[in-house]
T-cell receptor, first 114, second 116 residues
Framework: SQQGEEDPQALSIQEGENATMNCSYKTSINNLQWYRQNSGRGLVHLILIRSNEREKHSGRLRVTLDTSKKSSSLLITASRAADTASYFCATANAGGTSYGKLTFGQGTILTVHP | DGGITQSPKYLFRKEGQNVTLSCEQNLNHDAMYWYRQDPGQGLRLIYYSQIVNDFQKGDIAEGYSVSREKKESFPLTVTSAQKNPTAFYLC???????????????FGDGTRLSIL
């Protein structure tokens, strides 16, 4: 079952611009994670934000979490052509039979033009 | 360098054939996972294992089987009962399952399975 819904499905920007991707989810979570996937490769973990955190930074990445709206956003600042990839949010479910499992969204395809 | 190795990178299955995808990790992680990814889709959980000699069905286990005889290894068999096996299969691991709620998962580079 899909927990995270991502928006937009695809994003095309110029190098140097900022990229913002959004993720919405439906049930209570322990944390929300963002992953990156280059074409034909596995996923790489970018950042994890816990349910009691509101904002987290890692290099050019900034993640926010609003548990009242059940949504998160990933901001990539000063984007580079090498940032071109698919980005997935994943929620770690807080209870029930899905406790501890990660549920992935469908992803946002980011293209950064040089 | 620690990581997860999946093999083969590409695999072709004939009608009625079972095929096995290999996943090996040297991260000393207790928990391991198998996901299926279809084009333009997110990941769906097939099976997971919290510890050696234990595994649980995920959301789409029908037509698949696994074993976990060693901590390092979690092979996935795609059986002939899986009628639509063409997909990208990803193996992952994490330090533990119950603590994985606050731990990231580490992924291999996947196996692409196609029907001949």
């Amino acid at each position: 079952s899909q927990q995270g819904e991502e928006d937009p499905q695809a994003l095309s920007i110029q190098e140097g611009e900022n990229a913002t991707m959004n993720c919405s989810y439906k049930t209570s979570i322990n944390n929300l994670q963002w992953y990156r996937q280059n074409s034909g490769r596995g996923l790489v973990h970018l950042i994890l934000i816990r349910s009691n955190e509101r904002e987290k930074h890692s290099g050019r990445l900034r993640v926010t979490l609003d548990t009242s709206k059940k949504s998160s956003s990933l901001l990539i600042t000063a984007s580079r052509a090498a940032d071109t990839a698919s980005y997935f949010c994943a929620t770690a479910n807080a209870g029930g039979t899905s406790y501890g499992k990660l549920t992935f969204g469908q992803g946002t395809i980011l293209t950064v033009h040089p | 360098d620690g990581g997860i190795t999946q093999s083969p990178k590409y695999l072709f299955r004939k009608e009625g054939q079972n095929v096995t995808l290999s996943c090996e990790q040297n991260l000393n992680h207790d928990a391991m996972y198998w996901y299926r990814q279809d084009p333009g889709q997110g990941l769906r959980l097939i099976y997971y294992s919290q510890i050696v000699n234990d595994f649980q069905k995920g959301d789409i286990a029908e037509g698949y089987s696994v074993s976990r005889e060693k901590k390092e290894s979690f092979p996935l068999t795609v059986t002939s009962a899986q009628k639509n096996p063409t997909a990208f299969y990803l193996c992952a691991s994490s330090i533990g399952f119950w603590v994985s709620s606050n731990q990231p998962q580490h992924f291999g580079d996947g196996t692409r399975l196609s029907i001949l």
